[in-house]
């Protein structure tokens, strides 16, 4: 049984930090692509940070670049959201997913079949 728990949310004022953490069991391979995704109220889920399990290759959301960065510990397999210099519109749910299918598809453009329950971030003014 596929299971993400994340972990980390919560408020902090604009310039701050925060740090998530998603811890993965189940998998029976240890590649796969995990990621982090966001969903704010009134808007789609979108994506936040992407990374490939081997070799540790990620991508980010352009609003998101040089501010955020995911990592992944491959003894725990759990993966990382190191998120500073945070600002009010990076309020959302933040959602760990993961992916394991077989196919040649850049983590970044995957459809991720796992998810974690969510967790809140706030960023005051």
């Known amino acids: 049984q596929v299971q993400?728990?994340?972990?980390g949310g919560g408020s902090v004022q604009t310039g701050g930090s925060l740090?998530?953490?998603?811890?993965?069991s189940g998998?029976?391979?240890?590649?796969?692509?995990?990621?982090?995704?966001?969903q704010a109220p009134g808007n789609e889920r979108e994506r936040v940070a992407v990374i490939r399990t081997a070799g540790g290759t990620t991508a980010y959301a352009d609003s998101v670049n040089g501010r955020f960065t995911i990592s992944h510990d491959n003894?725990?397999?759990?993966v990382y959201l190191q998120m500073n210099?945070?600002?009010?519109?990076?309020?959302?749910?933040?959602y760990c997913a993961a992916d394991s299918k077989p196919v040649s598809v850049p983590c970044w453009g995957r459809r991720y079949d796992n998810w974690g329950q969510g967790t809140q971030v706030t960023v005051y003014s």
Do not use: H, N, Q
């Open 4 to 7: 993400l728990v994340e972990s």
């Open 75 to 78: 003894a725990k397999d759990t």
């Open 85 to 94: 210099s945070l600002k009010p519109e990076d309020t959302a749910i933040y």
């Open 19 to 24: 740090r998530l953490s998603c811890v993965a």
């Open 27 to 38: 998998y029976t391979y240890a590649s796969k692509c995990m990621g982090w995704f966001r």
